[in-house]
């Protein structure tokens, strides 16, 4: 009888180690097929640090939003609702602690500051993953042409829908990063 019982426990363990990581790609996955794409400009980055793993840091230049409201703090989560400017690049047009019934989309940001009324936050998709060898060449291409040239030719190709995000890319000179370091 006992044998039963930790034979059920054991599928019910192995069943959750298999649902849980489908569930959080098939999250990923509707986002990148049913949400809305926006470009969003970078900034430079730091230097490459070694202990981080093979990825791209990314910053923004949408990284902060006027408002006169002194109850944001650090650490808070807020809502960044966001539209398309005249260039096609994403902005923040609303900032909220709480959920709005206004019809725009928004993602999930962390506050890092605020100051003069200008509240400073993280999007949740600064790490852009690549293939190891690609990585170090990646993040020198993107460091120079972030520095040297118009941001309208840097930017990360975000999926958005009902605040989930997905980072699908990131486009120099209108070709995706991998392809563009293979050049």
Same mark, same amino acid.
Not at 26 to 55: A, C, H
């Given at each position: ?29 509707? #986002?990148? @097929?049913?949400?809305?794409? &926006? ?7 730091? %230097?490459? /640090?070694? $202990? ?55 993602? #999930?940001? @962390?506050?890092?500051?605020? &100051? ?7 999007? %949740?998709? /600064?790490? $852009? ?55």
């Amino acid at each position: 009888m006992k044998a039963i019982h930790v034979f059920i426990g054991f599928i019910l363990i192995a069943l959750v180690q298999v649902f849980v990581p489908a569930q959080m790609i098939w999250q990923q996955e509707d #986002v990148l @097929k049913s949400g809305n794409v &926006y470009r969003f400009k970078t900034m430079p980055i730091d %230097p490459t /640090d070694p $202990f981080r793993g093979k990825y791209i840091t990314l910053n923004y230049e949408m990284n902060s939003f006027a408002i006169a409201d002194t109850s944001f703090v650090y650490g808070d989560k807020v809502r960044v609702y966001i539209d398309n400017d005249d260039k096609g690049f994403a902005k923040a047009v609303v900032l909220s602690k709480r959920p709005l019934e206004i019809n725009k989309d928004y993602v #999930v940001a @962390k506050v890092t500051g605020n &100051y003069k009324e200008v509240i400073s936050f993280e999007l %949740p998709f /600064d790490r $852009f993953y690549m293939e190891e060898s690609k990585a170090k060449d990646a993040e020198m291409a993107y460091t120079k042409i972030n520095r040297d040239s118009l941001k309208e030719n840097v930017y990360a190709e975000v999926y958005v829908k009902e605040g989930q995000s997905v980072l699908k890319d990131v486009i120099i000179d209108g070709i995706p990063i991998q392809e563009y370091v293979e050049e």
